[in-house]
């Protein structure tokens, strides 16, 4: 089973970026969406963004217009590039395909992303 590792996160201050990669241990080629989902203190895992195999994405309200997902199927990857932060952002991030996907389910460690001054 195909498994994720998360990296990128880190301390930024409001209006920061930061941009996260998730490398998956094997080829995500047949894994036709794949997502970044996150996860606040206290509250529920949440999906944040989706992308297609063809590069088609979606975005949740909250992120929309400040985020970017992306992929490399040639080197397993994907990318979330993360602009003008808020504190709401705060959150572990985890990549994983998209509900229904192949391999969905097997979540990785996350990384962590703090927005504070």
């Known amino acids: 089973q195909v498994q994720f590792v998360e990296s990128g996160g880190g301390l930024v201050q409001p209006g920061g970026s930061l941009r996260l990669f998730c490398a998956a241990s094997?080829?995500?080629?047949?894994?036709?969406?794949m997502a970044w989902y996150r996860q606040a203190p206290g509250k529920q895992r949440e999906l944040v963004a989706t992308?297609?195999?063809?590069?088609?994405?979606t975005y949740t309200k909250p992120v929309k217009d400040r985020f970017t997902i992306s992929r490399d199927d040639a080197e397993n990857t994907v990318y979330l590039q993360m602009n003008s932060l808020t504190s709401e952002a705060t959150a572990v991030y985890y990549c994983?395909?998209?509900?229904?996907?192949?391999?969905?389910?097997?979540w990785g460690q996350g990384t962590q992303v703090t927005v504070s001054s």
């Open positions: 094997r080829s995500i080629f047949s894994i036709y969406t």
């Open positions: 992308i297609t195999r063809a590069g088609s994405a």
């Open positions: 994983n395909p998209a509900v229904g996907q192949p391999g969905f389910g097997s």
